[in-house]
């Protein structure tokens, strides 16, 4: 690389030659001074007629210019003659040191008469200059508000009275030597007497020429043009603006041209840019710059100078070197009619993106990139929303996107206008298409890039993707990701994507559904994403997965629910304030505080919706997917198989209903606690959150209960009561779902709210699963505490027991293998009327010894329980009948008095002689006094006067009900004893009929034993 020569003269001169100079410059400068002064009197009336024309033009800023224009054509023509006549003389002049001291002498005469004219002006002249600097200076703050250090720098090189000194001592910069040449221009600035002349005098008076100093200052004033601003009351005419459009275009070409670029950034050109093979050109060595911008921390100087040349070529794609090499063809022909301009021939451009050239492309998307990062390099962009920005940003700086992310944050505020959301907007969907088009996404996630997606990294080329490989890579390895910058940034692009605008893939793989299912769907926020997951089944197959996909990405984060997040902030604050963001924790607070009183009904139903949902696939239900994996794929492996046959992009629920029934063989602790939680939901609505279960039943209800409402209670209800009419698929999912109830007592609501308040108090201690939470309700039900509510409901639990073996876990946990092998017989179909206990009551002294407490346990609670018709007891419905239904009423039987009664009858069939029962029931009763309280040949006195207090209590009620006192009434057939009296002789002979019926049973039925008979019982357990 050599050095410019005009930018390097001075440095590369001795100390001799400097003197030399000076001396040279002393008579040159006394020339232009004399020239000047009689050149004053021949413009006396060229510059009067400069002068009267603001004054006339003030006001008539859209006036038609072709008279202007003409006079600028003869103005012209001595100017254009010169610039020709210096043109030839450049084209011949050769040598090195010879031609740059040639190149710079008429700048320097230019500079010397400028100077001598601003002398003789005297203080008019210089008092004008300063006017027009403060004003250009207020503007300039009017128009750019709040920019930071680099744009003032940049702009007070714009509106210098003086041109920045470069010291003599300051080595310059290299620049190649085959920096290219304009042929337009000889010197470092515009021509002060070319097409640009009237307007220099108008709006750069002060100004000297060089440096670019000319062309700076009217490019202020055509900015302030486009702002509207007081100061450019008389817009620049097109024809100078041309010239400057040339003038620029070149100067970035050559960076001899841009002494104030090459002075500010000599030591970052020297440190990262000075390598001939890499940079053979002067346009290179500024991408060089803006490449190293990128990456590194430029010097504020250089820093601001890049900047100013990047924000005129984001204005006007040809003050970018390569940019005009590559696409100025593609420009002329597809763009012809486009004016140049606000970034408008780049958007042009990108329009017809398909019908470019590969290098074009490129380079349009390499300056999408390097723009990325601030908004004053997209033009649009930062015109619509400058008012938003000082409304809301105004106190954020520029670069790494701040502002951007400031406007994304207030996008969705009332006070947000119109225009400015619809061109962020644009911007946003254009940004979801490559994470190049992100500048944190760029920079925070490179590493990750490089070790996770380095597959997808290495198929990207130099132009747009539009498939945002990349992007959908970090979010599936999300939770892989090491730098934590990266997974914030990774976060809030999720979060964008319930709007189907900025989630490229969906876009294009709905495109076809959006028009048809959700064509009234309208854009913004999450309207179509809602629409196209509530109607998934009507979705095209490839739509269909790419929602699904979407949902499972959306589990993770309330953030990424929009619809939740936005109708729960309220519950959020109240319940969830703690919680942090992640793994879903703020969603499962939601969940479990869905009953509180307060909870609101927006609220409620986006977090049931979000249920419902999450239930038809275990990937949407985050946590369970995260704590399960591992078992999933040991035990549940094909569960899905027969779902993804069929083409549904969800499971169905099969997992989850896999992970159910295998809930005592998952290994993780975090997974059952999950699948437990999971369980605790969807017995709340079952035919909502169990799927397999609404799938098979759903026929069914639609036939037998077509006027239930949906909810637990009733619909569940009304199947099980027409259990006989049911079809196979719904009676086995109903018999699934039964099975699993029974096993935990908070997965039965009805049982639950009847017997709150007896558990906390009764059974704190008794675990809810097993069945030993239900046990202990059982074994207190003679209790005063007890509620009639909790009473009812455990009856009609115990009588589901007794109907079918499977619905008590403790026996079907422990008789699981006696019942394959002495009851496989039995009929499946028929298993609800009790047919598997009935076989193992009579296979009983062939069951293991474990299988015959439970089964002797489960008949005792039956019969303790006792139901008139029940499948299992049925056999002693007539002993019941003729022996044990004695009340002061025929049609009143003693069980119905003062309400359920409960054991009286279990008591009174064991009481009996067992030749007076039939032999089915002698069979039952038998093996529950093996088991119970009369066992051996003495009697439990505590038991015996339990039961008589309660015989007495029942006399009592009797006698009460009756209206009669205690006395005895002679009968025709006898005496009639009432009142107390009949109370202590019933009681005395209860008690004689105990003692005689234990005797004897012990004597000649009990068979004889040579061990001893261990009794299984809970503690505090009641006698039957």
């Known amino acids: 690389l050599k050095k410019p020569s005009k930018v390097a003269k001075k440095a590369e001169e001795d100390e001799g030659e400097e003197k030399e100079e000076s001396a040279d410059a002393d008579e040159a400068d006394a020339a232009p001074a004399k020239k000047a002064k009689a050149a004053k009197k021949a413009s006396d009336d060229e510059e ?62 230019a500079v010397a008469k400028a100077s001598a004219k601003e002398e003789e002006s005297g203080d008019e002249e210089e008092a004008a200059s300063e006017k027009v600097t403060a004003t250009k200076a207020d503007d300039d703050e009017s128009a750019d508000a709040k920019v930071d250090k680099a744009e003032t720098k940049a702009g007070q090189v714009a509106v210098s009275k003086e041109p920045p000194q470069q010291s003599s001592a300051t080595e310059s910069p290299k620049v190649p030597a085959t920096a290219w040449k304009s042929k337009n221009q000889t010197r470092d600035d515009i021509d002060p007497q070319g097409a640009c002349k009237r307007d220099i005098k108008l709006h750069c008076q002060g100004i000297s020429p060089g440096e670019a100093q000319l062309s700076l200052c009217l490019v202020f004033h055509i900015k302030n043009e486009k702002a509207g601003n007081e100061v450019a009351t008389i817009a620049v005419s097109k024809k100078c603006r041309a010239e400057i459009r040339q003038f620029r275009s070149d100067m970035y070409r050559d960076l ?65 070197p390569q940019l005009r090499e590559l696409c100025s063809g593609e420009a002329d022909r597809l763009c012809k009619g486009v004016e140049p301009g606000e970034g408008r021939v780049q958007n042009c451009l990108r329009e017809h993106r398909t019908k470019l050239a590969w290098d074009c492309q490129a380079e349009l998307f390499r300056q999408e990139v390097e723009n990325a990062d601030d908004i004053r390099l997209n033009v649009r962009l930062f015109q619509a929303c400058l008012n938003d920005q000082r409304k809301f940003c105004a106190d954020v700086k520029y670069g790494d996107a701040r502002v951007k992310d400031c406007l994304e944050d207030h996008r969705l505020d009332a006070e947000f206008s119109p225009g400015c959301k619809t061109e962020f907007e644009k911007m946003m969907a254009r940004r979801a298409t490559d994470f190049r088009l992100d500048s944190r996404l760029r920079k925070y996630c490179k590493a990750d890039i490089a070790e996770i997606c380095y597959p997808d990294a290495e198929d990207i080329s130099d132009v747009a993707n539009y498939d945002a490989k990349v992007i959908q890579c970090l979010q599936d390895y999300r939770d892989e990701l090491k730098d934590p910058k990266c997974k914030a940034q990774v976060h809030k692009l999720t979060e964008r994507e319930i709007d189907i605008r900025f989630n490229k893939p969906l876009a294009d793989a709905c495109q076809a559904d959006r028009t048809t299912v959700c064509k009234d769907a309208p854009d913004g926020q999450a309207s179509v994403f809602m629409c196209l997951q509530d109607h998934m089944a009507q979705l095209k197959e490839a739509c269909r ?12 984060d309330i953030d990424f629910k929009f619809p939740m997040k936005k109708a729960c902030q309220s519950e959020l604050n109240k319940f969830c304030k703690e919680v942090p963001h992640g793994h879903a924790s703020r969603i499962k607070c939601l969940q479990d505080r869905i009953d509180d ?32 994996l591992p078992d999933i794929q ?98 086995e999912e109903e018999m699934r779902f039964s099975i699993m109830e029974a096993s935990d007592i908070r997965l039965t609501p009805s049982l639950m709210n009847a017997c709150g308040q007896e ?20 074994e207190h039900l003679e209790d005063v505490g007890m509620g009639a509510a909790c009473k009812g409901e455990v009856n009609l639990q115990e009588a589901r027991h007794a109907s079918n073996y ?26 609800g009327h009790a047919l598997v206990l009935k076989c193992m009551v009579g296979s009983f002294k062939s069951l293991s010894s474990s299988c015959q407490s439970e089964v002797s346990y489960a008949v005792r609670m039956a019969l303790f329980q006792y139901h008139k018709g029940a499948e299992l007891t049925q056999p002693c419905d007539q002993a019941v009948e003729e022996l044990c239904n004695t009340g ?61 207090a309660k015989l007495k209590e029942l006399q009592e009620a009797a006698a009460t009900t009756a209206g009669g006192g205690g006395m005895v009434v002679r009968h025709d057939t006898g005496l009639v004893i009432s009142g107390w009296l009949a109370a202590a002789a019933l009681a005395a002979v209860v008690v004689v009929s105990i003692a005689i019926g234990c005797a004897v049973y012990y004597k000649y039925f009990s068979p004889t034993r040579n061990y001893t008979l261990v009794v299984k019982s809970a503690p505090g357990a009641t006698g039957v």
């Open 634 to 731: 040991k035990q549940c492996m094909h569960a899905c198989d027969a779902a993804s046959a069929n083409g549904t992009a969800t499971c169905g629920g099969m997992v989850l209903k896999c992970l159910q029934e295998k809930k005592d063989k998952l290994e993780s602790p975090s997974c059952a606690k999950e699948v437990e939680s999971f369980s605790l939901i969807e017995a709340k609505d079952p035919l909502s959150f169990d799927v397999p279960l609404q799938t098979a039943c759903k026929p069914d209800l639609i036939k037998l209960c077509p006027d239930v409402s949906r909810d637990h209670a009733r619909t569940l209800s009304c199947l099980r009561t027409k259990r006989e009419k049911l079809s196979t698929p719904c009676r």
């Open 888 to 948: 002061t009423a025929a049609s009143t039987p003693v069980k119905e008095i003062n309400g359920a009664v409960i054991g009286v009858y279990g008591q009174c069939l064991v009481s009996q002689k067992r030749n007076r029962l039939p032999e089915d029931c002698r069979t039952l009763v038998k093996l529950v006094a093996k088991e119970g309280a009369y066992v051996g040949g003495t009697i439990d006195q505590n038991k015996l006067e339990e039961t008589l």
């Open 256 to 320: 001899s041209m841009d002494k104030a670029m090459a002075t500010a950034c000599k030591a970052d050109i020297t440190k990262f840019c000075d390598d001939d093979f890499l940079y053979p050109e002067p346009g290179n060595i500024i991408a060089c710059l803006r490449e190293v911008k990128q990456v590194e921390k430029l010097q504020d100087a250089c820093l601001a100078e890049v900047l100013r040349h990047q924000m005129e070529a984001a204005d006007d794609f040809v003050m970018d």
């Open 545 to 556: 997965n790419s929602v699904f996909e979407q949902l499972v990405r959306m589990a993770e």
């Open 806 to 831: 499977r619905l008590d876990v403790r026996v079907r946990t422990e008789c699981e293998e006696d019942v394959t092998k002495y009851c496989n017989g039995v009929d499946a179909g028929q298993e």
């Open 48 to 109: 009067e007629e400069a002068d009267a024309a603001p004054a006339a033009k003030k006001n008539a800023v859209g006036e038609d210019e072709d008279a202007s224009a003409d006079k600028e054509d003869e103005e012209e023509a001595p100017a254009t003659k010169k610039k020709s006549a210096a043109a030839d003389k450049d084209k011949d002049e050769e040598g090195g040191d010879d031609e740059a001291a040639e190149e710079d002498k008429p700048s320097k005469s």
């Open 759 to 778: 558990l906390q108090s009764l059974c704190r201690d008794a675990p809810p699963t097993e069945g030993q939470a239900f046990k202990c309700l059982q």
């Open 597 to 628: 009183a307060d909870f609101g009904e927006a609220c409620r139903k986006e977090v049931q919706s979000d249920l419902v949902r999450s239930a038809q696939d275990y990937r949407l239900n985050y946590r369970l997917h995260k704590a399960c």
